[in-house]
């Protein structure tokens, strides 16, 4: 089975050579989110601010290949500041929940200009 690759019309725009996500079978492989809004423009100000749109960035590109955050199996969360790790597990749990949790990953990373990315694998068989 070919690979199909998603663009999310509703989500902010790739920042690069990269789709925002692929669907290889049961898998949704989705690209690193940002706190970007679909018109191109950061978000610039406050940690929650910037991780709530970057989660909503993910959750879009879930939604445009036919799936949901719910079925995320592992998430990727890059962080510019490792401070900001309980502010973004009381975020993270607004669009996650607290049950049927994925596996994650939570790291520091040199970001620049912005705060928070957030990639993810979703699983859509049975």
Request: negative net charge.
């Amino acid at each position: 089975m070919p690979k199909k690759v998603i663009f999310a019309a509703d989500a902010a725009p790739p920042g690069g050579p990269y789709s925002h996500a692929v669907v290889a079978g049961d898998h949704v492989y989705l690209s690193g989110a940002c706190p970007v809004l679909a018109d191109g423009t950061w978000v610039k100000g406050p940690f929650a601010d910037q991780a709530r749109a970057a989660f909503t960035n993910l959750a879009r590109v879930a939604a445009a290949a036919g799936a949901d955050l719910s079925q995320a199996v592992k998430v990727g969360v890059y962080l510019r500041d490792f401070a900001d790790f309980p502010a973004m597990n009381e975020i993270y749990v607004e669009f996650f929940g607290t049950e049927n949790l994925p596996v994650r990953t939570t790291i520091p990373v040199a970001l620049d200009g912005f705060d928070i990315e957030i990639d993810a694998i979703l699983y859509t068989g049975a």
